[in-house]
């Protein structure tokens, strides 16, 4: 099984991004599957993710109204829509599969994932 993320890149505040992450070894429809973050110094931080089954989705707070996690089932592909960035979104940018049996209540628990991909930089200019 392997991840692999991209898209990340140098953006202006205000910019956009659409993050991806190509999946192989797995099918990608069956898993529930999200995105993290991480910064220098700080824990592996919750952003969005998809259930499975019924594809509901769920944001933290920060990217609520400006990102938009969404999957591509025959491309195997996870995408990151990222609108409106601003200078505290700089981060590696993670996607990783949720673990079975995984609960509602912990959808945002890092400890919950698996398969974690390499990431991508995400750097937001002022």
């Known amino acids: 099984v392997q991840l692999q993320a991209s898209g990340g890149g140098l953006v202006q505040e205000g910019g956009s991004l659409r993050l991806s992450c190509a999946a192989s070894g797995l099918t990608f429809s069956r898993q529930g599957k999200g995105w993290f973050r991480q910064t220098p110094g700080k824990e592996r931080e919750f952003v969005a993710t998809?259930?499975?089954?019924?594809?509901?989705?769920y944001y933290a707070d920060f990217a609520k109204g400006r990102f938009t996690i969404s999957s591509d089932n025959a491309e195997n592909t996870l995408y990151l829509q990222m609108n409106d960035l601003k200078p505290e979104d700089t981060a590696v940018y993670y996607c990783?599969?949720?673990?079975?049996?995984?609960?509602?209540?912990?959808?945002?628990?890092?400890?919950?994932?698996?398969?974690w991909g390499q990431g991508t930089l995400v750097t937001v200019s002022s």
């Open positions: 990783a599969t949720v673990r079975a049996g995984t609960i509602l209540s912990s959808i945002r628990d890092v400890r919950r994932y698996e398969n």
């Open positions: 998809i259930r499975w089954p019924g594809g509901h989705t």
